[in-house]
């Protein structure tokens, strides 16, 4: 018999740079439950190396990580990590990856991700900044805001890189700011508080 996975319903887009490894390592630690959302992890990473960010967080982890590198249907409780020269949105329940143009020069991967998700899951998107540098990401949290959907920025005195976070911080009104460990914490109540009023 064939069982259907139900559609995600919530999404939990974390986007991170500059010594963003670590705390989503310390963050899926702490996710140990049942959520009924799907994690996408955006890293930035180097055009021409093969990232090993998705298998280093699988150690950290019981939930399946998929590196993503073609599109993919998202799956309740599934982490998926973008791979190194992508970009992608989230559209009808499916990951959509394409090659990111030698024109894209400034890496906006997080900023793509965070608004498709915005406008795929409004109040049910779920936006995370980690350590990082630069500001991609930036215009993503507010659009996710616009939709009324949740931000949460990693404290940047437990950051390797501030940068981002506190961007973030100072561009937009997180709804948390948090150590990593707390952010999924914070993230389990929250969703746990909404699946019940649903």
Known sequence: MNITRQEPLFCIGIGCSAGG???ACEFFQQVVEKTGAAFVVIPHLGREHKSRFS???????????????DD??????????????????????????????????INKSIDIFFKSMAKAYRENGIGVILSGMGNDGIEGIKVIEDYHGLVIV????TTDFNILPQAAITKDDPHAILPPADIARFLLRHLKMDTSVN
């Open 72 to 105: 993919i249907k998202l799956e309740t409780d599934h982490i998926y990590v973008l791979a190194e020269d992508r970009m992608m949105i989230v559209e009808d329940g499916y990951l959509k990856v394409r090659r990111r143009y030698s024109r894209e020069i």
């Open 154 to 157: 990693q404290d940047p005195d």
């Open 21 to 23: 490894l670590t705390p």
């Open 55 to 69: 298998a280093i967080l699988k150690k950290f982890t019981n939930m399946p990580v998929h590196r993503v590198e």
